[in-house]
């Protein structure tokens, strides 16, 4: 899978996301990641990209052609909006605190694409005319403010990108899966068998699967209801973990 990031910061994307599974993945050629410079496409010698906002007001906008060009450029595509060829346009995603809150479902639908190009905005915004000419997805990676597109452009890529055929090692989908089954995952230990006066749980020393199985899915059930209650309502638990489910909530709330 291709990922474009479009930025006016390249460097921070290709260092940020050369590392560790990802880096893994680029270096197998599985996925690759592609910085595009806007500032090469700013149309005076000073290389702005930016100007003051019509109507005034604090801080700079993005241009509208130096992005335009960058994605013609990209894509060859120069009328995005009266595509009328069968080709199907490559989605152009748009990181901003106004869009479609991220979450692992949109992880998995984007992965299912070839090729994805991300904008990355700066300053106060982007010129409005040219997102409703190129861009097809309104993301936000959360309810807070940013001080570009980049990190959550990295935050998605890393996200999708392990949702990619091929970009994890089977032990390493597992966990994922046993995550995506709308659970929070359970607690993880390793040596020194006690740390600080606190010992790793019995069972998980017993050798004995099934009993592991369990007790890993029932602090599954008691970190998801506590940190995130909210989630029970989607999950879909086995006879066993149902049962196990109605007698925690029956303790926490005899009525
Ligand atoms: N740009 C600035 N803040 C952002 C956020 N929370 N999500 C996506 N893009 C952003």
Request: contains cysteine.
């Amino acid at each position: 899978m291709k990922f474009h990031v479009m930025t006016l910061f390249p460097e921070m994307v290709e260092q940020g996301l050369h590392t560790s599974i990802l880096g893994r993945a680029m270096d197998a050629g599985i996925i690759s990641v592609n910085t595009v410079n806007i500032r090469d496409y700013s149309e005076d010698k000073h290389r702005h990209v930016d100007d003051y906002p019509y109507g005034g007001g604090a801080g700079m906008v993005m241009a509208a052609e130096p992005i335009f060009k960058c994605y013609e450029a990209l894509t060859g595509v120069s009328s995005p909006k009266n595509a009328s060829s069968p080709v199907k346009r490559t989605r152009v995603v748009y990181l901003t605190p106004w869009g479609k809150v991220f979450n692992q479902e949109m992880a998995k639908d984007f992965a299912k694409e070839e090729e994805l190009i991300f904008l990355c905005g700066h300053y106060e915004g982007v010129d409005e005319r040219v997102l409703e000419e190129i861009v097809t997805d309104y993301v936000s990676i959360g309810d807070y403010v940013l001080s570009g597109g980049e990190l959550p452009s990295m935050v998605m890529i890393d996200a999708i990108a392990r949702m990619v055929p091929g970009v994890l090692t089977n032990e390493e989908s597992g966990e994922t899966e046993s995550f995506m089954n709308g659970l929070l995952e359970y607690p993880q230990y390793t040596r020194p068998e006690e740390w600080h006066g606190q010992k790793v749980p019995e069972v998980l020393l017993s050798g004995h699967h099934a009993k592991i199985a369990e007790w890993r899915m029932q602090r599954s059930i008691d970190r998801t209801v506590q940190y995130r209650p909210e989630l029970m309502d989607e999950v879909e638990l086995d006879k066993k973990s149902s049962k196990y489910y109605r007698e925690l909530k029956k303790q926490s709330d005899p009525e």
